[in-house]
Nanobody, 126 residues
Framework: QLQLVESGGGLVQPGGSLRLSCAAS????????IGWFRQAPGKEREGVSC????????KYADSVKGRFTISRDNAGNTVILQMDSLKPEDTAVYYC???????????????????WGQGTQVTVSS
């Protein structure tokens, strides 16, 4: 069974850092495009970052550009989202998603990604 599991969320002060992991079981992540999305209370889910198959393309939302970095740990069959200089507005549940498409997207539309994790809570607060 194909499964994605996020980890690494938690409570952090503004300006701090968190490292989110997206671990896959049942399939090999480096053959998939991966996206990170987030949903804050009362808001629609939005795309944060993505990485295409074979790492041809990496994309970031304007709101996180220069602060977040997406990468792969192929040995661990994991995708990492390093989040630095966190702000209160980054507070949300963060989800990773996988698609067999060659290209990735941070646009959230039905069918963009076939597999989703359950999410991990990130809270940025003093």
């Amino acid at each position: 069974q194909l499964q994605l599991v996020e980890s690494g969320g938690g409570l952090v002060q503004p300006g701090g850092s968190l490292r989110l992991s997206c671990a896959a079981s049942g399939f090999t992540l480096d053959r998939y495009s991966i996206g990170w999305f987030r949903q804050a209370p009362g808001k629609e889910r939005e795309g944060v970052s993505c990485m295409s198959r074979f790492d041809i393309t990496r994309k970031y939302a304007d709101s996180v550009k220069g602060r977040f970095t997406i990468s792969r740990d192929n040995a661990g069959n994991t995708v990492i989202l390093q989040m630095d200089s966190l702000k209160p507005e980054d507070t949300a549940v963060y989800y990773c998603a996988a698609s067999y498409s060659y290209m990735c997207t941070i646009i959230d539309y039905k069918g963009a990604y076939e597999h989703w994790g359950q999410g991990t809570q990130v809270t940025v607060s003093s």
